[in-house]
């Protein structure tokens, strides 16, 4: 049974400040820049017969006060469904990064995925994970990096095929590398939205996320970010 409306909106809000607590929670209070930025992406997953699925993602996303485009993101997978609440994927991801005031560099990285439906079931509320190892090759660099990364998304309906979506991320290195990378907690990521029906699997999901970034040298980075994302499931 779906929500009453008022309920809904209550739990909506609530679940909001739930996820924006979490990210303040995990920042160190020595953040000390901050910057507006939107994130645009399109996600596919395709069911190819004999539980073969096939994953698209594009991405782009305009930083220093939405001012430029700064990083695309292309990564595609090959996925299998082991059963109704696990798959694996195997997958390549091309970035290309333009930071402000240094040069552009373009990394590559293979990744391996593990995706799991926690509790829940379609249609109602779930809690789900993603489990994500990268190995990150920058260009011109002769060195590897190892990444992991884990995140959790919480969906609960609020009827009519809309819903109330919130997700954290943590990114932790697991060595350091010639090219910037160091070993310890990277990057935190939270966010909470809503997903909005458009057709029989397609959503919309728009809402805010909140980016913590970890660096070395200069101060840490809070990015709060408009993210909006095409998802298609078939």
Same mark, same amino acid.
């Given at each position: 049974?779906?929500?009453?409306?008022?309920?809904?909106?209550?739990?909506?809000?609530?679940?909001?400040?739930?996820?924006?607590?979490?990210?303040?929670?995990?920042?160190?209070?020595?953040?000390?820049?901050?910057?507006?930025?939107?994130?645009?992406?399109?996600?596919? /997953?395709?069911?190819?017969?004999?539980?073969?699925?096939?994953?698209?993602?594009?991405?782009?996303?305009?930083?220093?006060?939405?001012?430029?485009?700064?990083?695309?993101?292309?990564?595609?997978?090959?996925?299998?469904?082991?059963?109704?609440?696990?798959?694996?994927?195997?997958?390549?991801?091309?970035?290309?990064?333009?930071?402000?005031?240094?040069?552009?560099?373009?990394?590559?990285?293979?990744?391996?995925?593990?995706?799991?439906?926690?509790?829940?079931?379609?249609?109602?509320?779930?809690?789900?994970?993603? /489990?994500?190892?990268?190995?990150?090759?920058?260009?011109?660099?002769?060195?590897?990096?190892?990444?992991?990364?884990?995140?959790?998304?919480?969906?609960?309906?609020?009827?009519?095929?809309?819903?109330?979506?919130?997700?954290?991320?943590?990114?932790?290195?697991?060595?350091?590398?010639?090219?910037?990378?160091?070993?310890?907690?990277?990057?935190?990521?939270?966010?909470?939205?809503?997903?909005?029906?458009?057709?029989?699997?397609?959503?919309?999901?728009?809402?805010?996320?909140?980016?913590?970034?970890?660096?070395?040298?200069?101060?840490?980075?809070?990015?709060?970010?408009?993210?909006?994302?095409?998802?298609?499931?078939?």
């Amino acid at each position: 049974m779906f929500l009453s409306s008022s309920v809904s909106r209550t739990l909506a809000k609530g679940l909001g400040t739930a996820a924006l607590l979490v990210l303040v929670s995990q920042t160190p209070a020595q953040a000390t820049e901050t910057d507006e930025q939107i994130w645009l992406a399109q996600f596919s /997953t395709f069911a190819v017969g004999n539980n073969w699925l096939v994953f698209t993602e594009a991405q782009a996303r305009q930083t220093d006060g939405v001012k430029r485009l700064s990083q695309i993101i292309l990564r595609p997978a090959v996925g299998y469904q082991v059963n109704d609440t696990v798959s694996v994927y195997a997958g390549y991801a091309w970035v290309r990064t333009e930071p402000k005031g240094r040069a552009a560099n373009t990394e590559h990285r293979a990744y391996q995925q593990l995706s799991l439906r926690l509790t829940g079931s379609p249609g109602k509320v779930t809690v789900a994970s993603r /489990t994500r190892l990268e190995q990150r090759f920058i260009v011109g660099r002769s060195d590897m990096g190892w990444r992991m990364r884990n995140l959790v998304r919480l969906d609960v309906p609020l009827g009519k095929g809309y819903s109330a979506i919130v997700s954290g991320e943590p990114f932790v290195n697991l060595d350091t590398t010639t090219w910037g990378q160091r070993a310890g907690f990277d990057q935190m990521r939270g966010f909470a939205g809503v997903g909005i029906p458009v057709a029989r699997g397609v959503a919309l999901e728009v809402g805010y996320a909140g980016q913590y970034v970890n660096r070395f040298g200069v101060p840490d980075r809070m990015n709060h970010i408009g993210s909006l994302s095409f998802n298609i499931r078939r």
